[in-house]
């Protein structure tokens, strides 16, 4: 299923020529621009007016709350720096429109927001003891790459190596990097984001299967009405012909009165001659 479309939600938001344009073709042109101005802006302003645009949760506190989302915007110009943003740009663009393709349009732009989002509130509500920062989109764009990682585990890439083992390497790799700085925070944002990619892919029905989240989905979903079906009572047929069902009572009554009949015989006595009445 890898590089096949299979949401109907997937469409291009226009055309370049023949060449579809997709939101994740979209936010590569952003960050290349933003990239740019950066670039532009610490070589012929000041540096400090890219502090207005990082991620402070003191100043957020103080109401400056377009840093929840200008922090990811913002990339240095040194040349490490910008070899790893190639990268990154690299795994947004290759492995964000598959995602896209797979989870439709609207599912992708709600999973980046949340990526974008929620790693910030986080920070922000940490914030309340320490103070947090955070500047760079490495964090959320390897989230994508888990997102991928989600729904195609085993596709080969690099010497034919797996996608999750490629993953679970890199992952490690910037895992031990915070642990070895003491770095709380970047560790804190690098899995919350991996754990929301995975969540978000699981919770819309792909990736692998895990029962206990089948079973938290399933105590939400609406129970099904039950509905009382009354018993038919099944009512005695009547013979077509009123005279031969009356015939075996109307010789007990020849021969032993009518105080010899049943309740039952009876009735059906009583409804053979109203069935003659309305013949006649």
């Not at 500047?135 to 085993?154: C, K, Q, R």
């Not at 984001?193 to 895990?210: C, D, H, K, T, V």
Request: hydrophobic residues 50%.
């Amino acid at each position: 299923m890898f590089g096949v479309t299979t949401s109907d939600d997937y469409r291009p938001v226009t055309w370049m020529g023949r060449y579809p344009v997709d939101v994740t073709t979209i936010l590569v042109g952003v960050h290349v621009v933003c990239a740019i101005l950066t670039a532009l802006i610490i070589g012929f302003v000041h540096n400090g007016v890219l502090n207005y645009a990082m991620f402070d949760s003191a100043e957020v506190w103080h109401g400056q709350v377009w840093r929840l989302i200008t922090y990811a915007f913002i990339h240095p110009p040194s040349p490490s720096a910008l070899l790893w943003f190639a990268i990154e740009m690299y795994m947004l663009f290759f492995f964000g429109r598959e995602v896209e393709r797979f989870i439709g349009r609207r599912g992708y732009i709600w999973l980046y927001v949340l990526l974008l989002l929620v790693p910030a509130l986080i920070l922000t509500a940490w914030g309340l003891k320490t103070r947090t920062g955070l500047s760079g989109s490495g964090a959320l764009h390897f989230a994508v790459f888990a997102a991928f990682v989600t729904l195609y585990p085993n596709v080969q890439f690099f010497l034919r190596i797996p996608a999750k083992w490629i993953f679970l390497i890199l992952a490690a790799i910037g895992t031990l990097s915070a642990l070895a700085a003491h770095d709380w925070q970047d560790l804190v944002v690098l899995w919350g984001s991996i754990a929301l990619a995975f969540l978000f892919i699981e919770f819309r029905g792909a990736g692998p299967e895990l029962a206990w989240i089948n079973d938290f989905k399933a105590r939400f979903r609406p129970k099904p009405k039950l509905y009382v079906v009354q018993k038919s009572i099944a009512r005695p047929v009547e013979p077509d012909d009123v005279y031969a069902s009356i015939d075996p009572i109307l010789d007990k009554i020849s021969k032993l009165g009518m105080g010899s009949l049943t309740e039952s015989e009876r009735k059906i006595l009583d409804r053979a001659r109203n069935r003659l009445l309305k013949k006649e």
